[in-house]
Every structure is written in C-alpha cells, then in structure tokens.
C-alpha cells in the first residue's frame, strides 16, 4: 500500500495522472493495482488516498514493483510530486482469510500494535470467529511486514458491497456474538488498538 496525502482540489489531477499512467503500463495478469479515497479515518492518519498492489504470488509483485523504473515512471513520479503532500509505503501479508473472492468497492482496515509471541493465539480465535460468521466480502487478518509505524504489525481487513453494509457490520447471532467475544478478549489481551481507516474503490487496473 502506498498511502498519499493530496488537498481535496488536487484529487482529481491525481486520480488522472495515476489512471493515465497505470491504465498503459505493463503488468502481470496475477497483481492487481487499485486507487482508493479514504473518506473516514482518525486524526492521526494523513492520507487521503491509497494506491494497493496485490497478488497471490510475491515474486510477480515482487517483479512488478522492481520493473517500475525508466523514463516513463520518471515522469509520472516528477508530475505527482506537484500534488503529492506526503506519502508513505507499508506491504504485509494476509495470516488467513475467509476465502471470499468478492470485489467490493469498500473496505475498511483496523491496524493494532501486536507482540509476535501472542500472534499464533489471535490467529486462533479469528479463524474460530471467521468459521461462525456468515460474511459476504472479504474479511482477513495479516501481519504488516514492512513500513510498519509506532510499532503497528497487524492489520483486520474487510470488504462491504457499500456504505450502508459497512456501517452494519458486525455479529448478529449467538454463535457469533460468543466467537467475537472469545476473539476480542483474546485481541484485548494482546494487542494495542492503534487506528481505523475505510477507502472507498476510484479505479481499479
């Protein structure tokens, strides 16, 4: 992830440059590059946007991220600059998920400062939580592996069709209700919530 800090009347020029750039330059059919807003955040998180480069496969991403140099990056690099504020890169990998394949548009991402000793236990309980739940997006726990902030290294991932699926999200029956509880308690143990951010899809390539 790429996280960039752009004034609100700058958005535009940078959503073109990114898809101008992005829409014409080669990459691996298994990475998968997006821009997202961050519409709702804390205080503490500067970015406005978000560019997120993915693949199954770390040597694709890998090779595609090394391949991002030349005449043509230059240039895109030296015309973002102009609108850019600040900007910072983080890359982690996703622990376990549940599996779902959904594209939704809206994702929101809860980061915590966690010990790796306990890591293995809140695996544990977010695996039990995820087998009680039914969730139609995407939901996932990863470690951030690099560009890591104030000592946060694990991230809770999820995807919402909209808003408003967003905004309800949550465990509803018993079974679920008691799995978050066992899953937050070991969390809370373990953990030091750091922030909340949610990013909304501009463009995906």
């Given amino acids: ?41 804390g205080a503490s998180e500067k970015a406005t946007h978000l560019l997120g480069f993915t693949s199954e496969d770390s040597q694709s991403l890998a090779d595609f991220r090394n391949s991002l140099k030349g005449a043509e990056w230059d240039l895109y690099i030296s015309k973002m600059q102009n609108y850019v504020k600040s900007v910072r890169a983080a890359a982690g990998r996703d622990l376990i998920s549940n599996g779902s394949m959904t594209n939704y548009p809206i994702g929101q991402a809860w980061v915590f400062k966690v010990n790796n000793i306990t890591l293995s236990s809140i695996v544990q309980a977010f695996d039990k939580f995820t087998k009680s739940m039914k969730f139609d997006g995407k939901v996932a726990l990863g470690q951030i592996v690099h560009g890591t902030d104030n000592g946060e290294s694990v991230y809770i991932y999820g995807t919402y069709p909209d808003l408003n699926a967003a905004f309800n999200f949550g465990p509803k029956s018993e079974n679920e ?28 390539y």
């Fill in 177 to 204: 209700i008691a799995a978050f509880s066992e899953f937050t308690t070991t969390l809370d143990s373990s953990s030091e919530y750091s922030k909340s951010f949610t990013r909304v899809l501009v463009k995906s």
């Fill in 1 to 41: 992830n790429v996280h960039l800090e752009v004034d609100s009347k700058d958005a535009s020029s940078v959503a073109g440059l990114v898809d101008d750039f992005y829409s014409n330059y080669p990459k691996p059919d298994n990475v998968k590059v997006a821009l997202y807003s961050i519409p709702l955040k």
